[in-house]
């Protein structure tokens, strides 16, 4: 089946740095999910991006299908984004996959 | 608001019970999901149903059981026969399927003593 990597799996920032999470990906895909969990459980979106880039606000995500990889930059990190990143992809049309996530903690 | 709702928050249950979460959505969505996540862990697909009335098994189904009466409501069951159920459970849905952006409910943690 598909692999889903993720790194760091770990990543300690001061407030106010800017950080680049990295996503694997073993096969070609359709779609591609950024996702942040917060410190209670709950999982937000971030970003739809199968190819190309978005931004919203201090975030912002590249994916290069070809070369099987994403990327979510932070910018100016605030103490509110800490949590785990996750990247997620649709497999065997109805399995969405999820890597190991990265636990990012921002110190104030 | 629409949104994923799920109950209960918190959820205890002693072994040889069998207990159920409830995932209730008001977006319209026609497919939704239930995923296990285990402490420092990515999330595992239970089960997912396309549809009302049809579902389909996941990667770790076993000791597990669902219903889709109703398009809003996908209630999931731990059974006895699932060996080690502590876990955080989360729902979530999808307007086009595999084709769509996926949302999650807030989820529930079962804890069994």
């Known amino acids: 089946g598909i692999q889903v990597e993720q790194s760091p799996p770990d990543l300690i920032l001061q407030e106010g740095a800017n950080s680049t999470l990295r996503c694997n990906f073993s096969?070609?895909?359709?779609?591609l999910q950024w996702f942040h969990q917060n410190p209670w459980g709950q999982l937000i979106n971030l970003f739809y991006i199968p190819s190309g880039t978005k931004q919203n606000g201090r975030l912002s995500a590249t994916t290069v299908a070809t070369e099987r990889y994403s990327l979510l930059y932070i910018s100016s990190s605030q103490t509110t984004d800490s949590g785990v990143y996750f990247c997620a992809l649709w497999y065997n049309n109805n399995d969405m996959r999820f890597g190991a996530g990265t636990r990012l903690t921002v110190k104030p | 608001d629409g949104g994923i709702t799920q109950s209960p928050k918190y959820l205890f249950r002693k072994e040889g019970q069998n207990v159920t979460l409830s995932c209730e959505q008001n977006?319209?969505?026609?497919?939704m999901y239930w995923y296990r996540q285990d402490p420092g862990q990515g999330l595992r697909l239970i089960y997912y149903s396309q549809i009302v009335n049809d579902f389909q098994k996941g990667d770790i189904a076993e000791g597990y059981s669902v219903s889709r009466e109703k398009k809003e409501s996908f209630p999931l069951t731990v059974t006895s026969a699932q060996k080690n159920p502590t876990a955080f459970y989360l729902c979530?849905?999808?307007?086009?399927?595999?084709?769509?952006?996926?949302?999650f409910g807030p989820g529930t943690r079962l804890t069994v003593l």
């Open positions: 977006l319209n969505h026609d497919a």
């Open positions: 096969d070609s895909v359709n779609n």
């Open positions: 979530a849905s999808t307007q086009q399927g595999r084709q769509g952006t996926q949302y």
